[in-house]
């Protein structure tokens, strides 16, 4: 298996722009989350699916940010109008649903907000 | 403050020497796991240790765990300056009813000096 896929592993855009960030979960999981890494705030639990279905949002910051899983082998987080502290490396993991197993992480998309 | 914190937050040894990174939590738990992050990469599990166990061994890596101080402790023996690093516990609370989801520490960063 390829592991979890992201795209794109690097992203420099203006503040306003819109921010579209792409995961492939592995085949087989069913589980799916995103998180934000940044100095200050360390790991963050963003949003999390469970069978596509969003479980728990309390982590994303504001409206601008919001997270879809149309299927099981796709999800994207979009972040609308970007702004300069969205700046951080965005992951993406993915487990099998069966109560708190081994998370897999992406490579990560390094997002710069200018 | 925030379920799994690691100590210490920074770890600068020789190569060869042992590491012990410690991590504490809060709630009760299902199990803990022990990931690895280079700098740059995404995080990549080392090791699980569940609540009924109190001590796992995989390779160089020893873990302990003491559910009645709510405490866990990696051991890295015989050091290498490839070991540098991240490293983050993780929780699987007992109370986390949607199966699926761990709190991640702040993690200790690692350096090991050839």
């Known amino acids: 298996d390829a592991g979890v896929i992201q795209s794109p592993r690097h992203e420099v855009t203006e503040m306003g722009q819109e921010v579209t960030l792409r995961c492939k979960p592995i085949?087989?999981?069913?589980?799916l989350f995103w998180y934000r890494q940044t100095m200050m705030r360390g790991l963050e639990l963003l949003i999390y699916?469970?069978?596509?279905?969003?479980?728990?949002d309390s982590g994303m910051p504001e409206d601008r940010f919001s997270a879809k899983m149309p299927n099981a082998s796709f999800s994207t987080l979009k972040i609308q109008p970007s702004e300069p502290r969205d700046s951080a490396v965005y992951f993406c993991?993915?487990?099998?649903?069966?109560?708190?197993?081994?998370?897999?992480f992406g490579p990560g998309t390094r997002l710069l907000v200018l | 403050s925030q379920q799994g914190e690691e100590d210490p937050q920074a770890l600068s040894i020789q190569e060869g020497e042992n590491a012990t990174m410690n991590c504490s939590y809060k709630?009760?738990?299902?199990?803990l796991q022990w990931y690895r992050q280079n700098s740059g990469r995404g995080l990549v599990h080392l090791i699980l240790?569940?609540?009924?166990?109190r001590e796992k061994h995989s390779g160089r890596l020893r873990v302990t765990l003491d559910t009645s101080k709510k405490s866990s402790s990696l051991l890295i023996t015989a050091s290498r300056a490839a070991d540098t690093a991240s490293y983050f516990c993780?929780?699987?609370?007992?109370?986390?009813?949607?199966?699926?989801?761990?709190?991640f520490g702040e993690g200790t960063q690692l350096t090991v000096n050839p």
């Open positions: 993991a993915s487990t099998v649903l069966a109560g708190g197993g081994t998370q897999y």
């Open positions: 085949s087989g999981h069913n589980s």
């Open positions: 699916f469970n069978n596509n279905v969003p479980i728990d």
């Open positions: 709630t009760s738990i299902n199990n």
């Open positions: 240790i569940r609540s009924n166990e």
């Open positions: 993780a929780t699987d609370a007992i109370e986390e009813t949607s199966g699926s989801r761990l709190t």
